[in-house]
């Protein structure tokens, strides 16, 4: 029996720390053109602890797991193109939406519920 969120329970929370990525992001840049050479930074452990959370609940022990992935490396799904990730039959995984990403996450729980 798989025990994880709901899409509405995960959606929730993938929009959340998608908007808070982007403050982040935007205080950034903002901060570049003040004289402080871009060196500011803000902590913030919520999205980090999120993504721990939800990385164990959806039992994804990759080294780089894939809502990480999708958080950091694709901009929240923005950067995402068909050969971004490849499963191990060459065939692309879509992973531009928060569905995709849910999607995906569920097939990879499936997967190793069958293990």
């Known amino acids: 029996m798989m025990n994880i969120l709901t899409y509405d329970e995960f959606e929730k929370i993938m929009t959340g720390v998608a908007n808070e990525v982007q403050f982040q992001d935007k205080i950034y840049e903002a901060m570049k053109g003040t004289g402080m ?18 990385d164990r ?3 994804d022990d990759a080294e780089y797991p ?5 958080v950091f490396e694709l901009n929240c799904g923005e950067n995402w193109s068909p050969s971004s990730v490849i499963d191990d039959d060459g065939n692309s995984i ?3 939406t928060i569905s995709d990403l849910y999607d995906e996450l569920v097939r990879q ?3 190793k519920e069958k293990e």
């Not at 050479?37 to 939800?54: H, S």
């Not at 894939?66 to 999708?70: E, N, T």
């Open 66 to 70: 894939l809502i990480d992935y999708w």
């Open 57 to 59: 609940i959806f039992r």
């Open 109 to 111: 729980y499936a997967n």
């Open 37 to 54: 050479n871009g060196n500011y930074f803000r902590d913030v452990p919520t999205v980090d602890t999120t993504l721990m959370l939800l």
């Open 94 to 96: 879509p992973l531009k």
